[in-house]
């Protein structure tokens, strides 16, 4: 019994950092997904200025919602997860 309490433990102490590294991607995931958004969202409102399709426009306009949509609710996930850097009181 004692023999497998040394091995455990070192294996708790090692998936820390881990934690503490999963942490990290996942603020850097989101970073990844908004810098995608904006992107899409930059190109969406170039096609919405300069078309004169308007169903073309139509759907580049409704892509733009959702996609705003999406950003804005990645912005809050990614204010709560706490990758602003600093956490309110």
Not at 14 to 30: I, K, N, S, T, Y
Not at 66 to 87: F, I, L, P, V
Request: proline letters at 2%; a neutral charge.
């Amino acid at each position: 019994m004692k023999g497998l309490l040394a091995p455990s433990l070192a294996l708790v102490l090692l998936g820390l950092p881990a934690a503490v590294h999963a942490e990290f991607d996942e603020c850097q995931l989101m970073d990844q997904v908004l810098n995608r958004l904006g992107n899409a969202m930059a190109i969406n409102r170039a096609f919405i200025a300069g078309s004169d399709d308007s169903t073309a426009v139509a759907a580049a306009s409704e892509a733009l919602a959702k996609q705003t949509d999406s950003y804005r609710r990645t912005k809050r996930q990614r204010s709560k997860a706490g990758c602003d850097g600093w956490e309110r009181d």
